[in-house]
Structure formats: structure tokens, C-alpha cells
């Protein structure tokens, strides 16, 4: 299971580093920071933030400065992109949105954190997974979990038309149960591909422009 979780995670970053240009890169809940370091060494000028202050602490220890690319703050994120006065090239939200019950004002707030030509790119898990497999939301700590189309639906509304839908270990929609079962117990290998209307992904990730 951790295994797949990890495999998912640095998937998601790689998948990143190909879809944003050089420049100033904020990654929300960066975490422990491997995504971060990961885009850092791709040549991005990247800052992690996250609320666990000893979070915070371990990602610049393990990870510190890479030639000022790299820098790490404890924040609320709201605090944070309420305060920030500089917009970000790209900003990164990974695994985050479906933490948090205020997820629309999150949204108003990371397009008005970006950039004219800014990208942002947000990824959550497929709630009609959760359905399937759990019969209701499949991690007690997710706040709202979200549909494909209510995903979109919920991003368009603040940021226009301007996106593209990839699916994370996609699923074919026939025999849906049991495929899903097998990609989610033993498929070590987590893919990436543009959105499909014959699948479904474990995972969506949208990558909008502002």
C-alpha cells in the first residue's frame, strides 16, 4: 500500500516537472519536501509550503537549499496565499483540495496567486472510487471528496475553460469494480494519460491555465 502511495506521489512530480516552465513554483503541502527537491532539480525555483511546522523542519534538513532554488516555509495556506504579494509562474496542489472544507475560496486564491500566464495544476482522488471500493469516502480525513465532472465543474467556475484532464492509473469502464480492484491492489506502476472518456482514473490531475 505505501509502496503504491510513494509511486503515485513521485509520478504526480515527474508528470509536473514536463508540464510547467522554468520559474517560481509554489508547492502546497509539499509535505516532507521530495516533491519540492524533485522540481528543484529540474531547474524550477520552487517553494514547499506546509502547516506542520515539524514537517517544515525535516524537509530542510533532508533537503536544504539546492543553489537557491529550493526553500521551505510553515504556513497555513490560506495565511499564506492571503498574504503573498508576489505571483508564481506555477503552483502545485497535490492531494490537498479534498482536505479542505473552504475549497472554493482555496481555488479564488490560487488564481489570484498566479501569474497572467501561470499554470496550476491540482490533483485529488476519483470519488467514484471511494464509492466503489469503501462505500463512501475512502480516507476518514478527507473533508469533500470530488466526480470527475464536479472537479471540473468547481475549477472552471473560478478559472474559465482553460484546463486539460489527465487520469491517474486509469481504469477501462467496463468491468469497473473489478479493474479498479486490481490497479488499486496490484498494478505497481503508476501511469499518467490525457483524459478518455472510455476511462476513469483512481486519480484525476488537472493542469489549468489563468
Not at 502546497?28 to 519540492?36: L, Q
Not at 483540495?97 to 488564481?111: A, G, M, P, T, V
Not at 470519488?127 to 465543474?153: C, M, Q, R, W
Request: glycine fraction near 6%; include cysteine.
Amino acid at each position: 500500500m505505501m509502496n503504491r502511495i510513494w509511486e503515485d506521489h513521485t509520478s504526480r512530480y515527474v508528470f509536473a516537472a514536463g508540464k510547467i516552465k522554468s520559474g517560481r513554483t509554489l508547492d502546497i503541502a509539499c509535505g516532507e519536501g521530495y516533491g519540492s527537491a524533485l522540481l528543484a532539480s529540474y531547474g524550477h525555483e520552487v517553494t514547499g509550503v506546509d502547516i506542520s511546522e515539524d514537517t517544515i523542519k525535516a524537509a530542510k534538513i533532508k533537503y536544504g537549499a539546492k543553489k537557491g532554488k529550493l526553500s521551505f516555509v510553515t504556513s497555513d495556506v490560506f495565511e499564506f496565499l492571503e498574504r503573498n504579494k508576489d505571483p508564481y509562474d506555477a503552483i502545485i496542489s497535490f492531494e490537498t483540495i479534498e482536505h479542505l472544507e473552504e475549497y472554493k475560496r482555496f481555488l479564488i486564491l490560487i488564481k489570484k496567486n498566479l501569474k497572467k500566464t501561470g499554470v496550476f495544476l491540482v490533483s485529488t482522488p476519483n470519488k467514484l472510487f471511494s464509492d466503489l471500493l469503501a462505500g463512501d469516502k475512502f480516507n476518514p480525513f478527507h473533508v469533500k471528496e470530488f466526480y470527475t465532472e464536479e472537479l471540473i465543474s468547481s475549477i472552471t467556475s473560478v478559472f474559465g475553460s482553460k484546463f486539460t484532464l489527465y487520469l491517474q492509473r486509469p481504469v477501462k469502464k467496463d468491468f469497473l469494480l473489478f479493474r479498479a480492484f486490481v490497479q488499486f491492489a496490484f498494478n505497481k506502476k503508476s501511469s499518467i494519460i490525457i483524459g478518455d472518456k472510455n476511462y476513469e482514473g483512481l486519480d484525476n490531475i488537472l493542469v489549468v491555465t489563468k
